[in-house]
Structure formats: C-alpha cells, structure tokens
C-alpha cells in the first residue's frame, strides 16, 4: 500500500497484492486472510533532522518526502517497519556488536572467509546501548532474522527459511540463553562459504580485484531495524572471499 497523492487534504492510497499474496488468493482454499498491516518509513531520510533540527527537519520531511507507490514485490516492500513500544520515555534504542574468531574484525565490521581456506567463520551478535545501563524488555530480540546472499554464503549446518528471487536467503535464529550486562539478547552464527568457480568471481569479483568479492549480511529483528530509524546505521555484514591463486594468495591476506 502507498500514497498516490498527498499534496491536498484528501490522501489516495493505492493498494495492491504482493506477489505472495496472489499466490495465496489463487489457491482459493481460505488460505488467504489479511489479519495484520504493517507500517514503514523507507522513504523518510533522518539526516534531515541532524542537518536541520527537530522542528524545521520535521517540516522539510512531511513537505519534501516522495512517498512511493505500492510494491508488489514483497522483497522489496517495507524494508524498514516501524514498531510500537509501550514505554512513552524510550529515548534511546538498541544496536548490535560484533564479535568473533580469528576471521572476524569488530571495529570494522568485517568478516573475511576463503575459497578453500578459512572458509568458516564463527560470529558473536549481541545487542547494546549507548548512554544506558539496561535495555527496554520490548527491545530484546528473542529471535534474529540474518539474510545471507545465497550465491556466496550460507549458516552451517542450518536450512533457510527461504530464498527471494534476488537469491537472498533469509534464516530465523534463536537468541542465546544468557544476555550480557545490559540485558540484550546475544546470537552466535557460523558463516559457510559454498562451493564458488572462477567464473562466479569473473562476474561478481570486485571491480579493482576480481580475486575478491565483496557482498552485505543483513542481521536483525526489532533492534535492526529500531537502529536505522534512530539514525544508528542498521548493522551490515561485509565479508570478502578471496579465491586462492598461487600469484595473489598468501596466508597473510586473509
């Protein structure tokens, strides 16, 4: 569902069936039943607010926004929902922390796997806050949803949920018994790299390395996507997978 025209008093919605969603009706066995809506701010660009303050950023985003119009992609659709919470002095939301092996650098966010060496990585995601000792108990995420791009990277040993038509993979992880010391909810994932042929990184190898590709894991379930409307920057997961070659490989590279 989106906005045709909200230049006026009168707000036209034009609202359409997902792909999915057709697939639903077209079984016509009672399969198919709208009992929940969702809302999203994908348009809505926060910097607006750091660069111009509350009042007048406020102003320039009701006025200046494009609003888009309805998707019937669903991988496309509301990529970033908006959440209720009860707690009307929430003044500060969750982000995530990476930690992990040998492969996985923290302060950058940076997972670097091999083609036939290194080629698992073991990785730490757990919720934190800044400037708070505790997080809110609605804010603690009981389940993770990781999308993986899955042409390059999979969870071991795990089956994924499913897989769009943009080859993105989508899993659905518990959380961690134990919490850390602000109460947030921790993840503990091992990253698989497949089976990839020269020609994979022929076609999707860096433009200044062919011998590495760059691509993004996307974590999360409230805190991720609380984090990016906060203007935290949601948590994205780069690795590189380096195709080992006797002229550009050394251990030291990886």
Same mark, same amino acid.
């Given at each position: 569902?989106?906005? *045709? ?10 609202? +359409? ?34 660069? /111009? ?28 929902? *908006? ?29 670097? *796997? ?8 073991? *990785? ?5 806050? $800044? ?14 949803? +990781? ?6 990277? $999979?969870? /071991? ?13 989508? /899993?659905? +992880? ?33 433009? +200044? ?27 994205? $997961? ?17």
């Amino acid at each position: 569902m989106g906005f *045709l025209d909200n230049t006026s008093n009168n707000i036209t919605l034009d609202c +359409v069936l997902t792909d999915l969603g057709r697939q639903f009706l077209a079984r016509n066995d009672g399969s198919f039943s709208i009992h929940k809506f969702a809302l999203a701010d994908d348009e809505v660009n926060y910097g607006i607010i750091t660069k /111009y303050g509350r009042t007048v950023g406020k102003e320039k985003i009701e006025k200046n926004t494009c609003v888009f119009e309805a998707l019937t992609n669903q991988a496309h659709a509301q990529k970033y929902r *908006l959440l209720s919470v009860s707690n009307p002095n929430l003044v500060r939301l969750p982000i995530f922390a990476l930690s992990g092996d040998a492969n996985v650098d923290g302060t950058n966010s940076t997972v670097t *796997l091999g083609k036939t060496i290194q080629k698992t990585a073991t *990785l730490t995601i757990e919720q934190i806050i $800044q400037n708070e000792t505790q997080i809110d108990v609605e804010l603690r995420d009981q389940t993770f949803i +990781v999308e993986l791009p899955n042409l390059f990277v $999979q969870l /071991y040993r795990d089956t994924p949920e499913g897989i769009d038509a943009q080859q993105r993979a989508t /899993y659905i +992880v518990t959380r961690s018994a134990s919490e850390n010391s602000y109460g947030g909810s921790i993840m503990q994932i091992t990253l698989s790299v497949k089976s990839l042929t020269d020609a994979t990184f022929s076609v999707y190898g860096s433009t +200044v390395n062919k011998n590495k590709i760059n691509t993004y894991i996307v974590t999360g379930q409230t805190a991720a996507s609380i984090a990016t409307h906060s203007e935290h920057t949601q948590w994205h $997961q780069q690795y590189s997978q380096r195709r080992e070659t006797d002229a550009n490989y050394t251990t030291s590279h990886l």
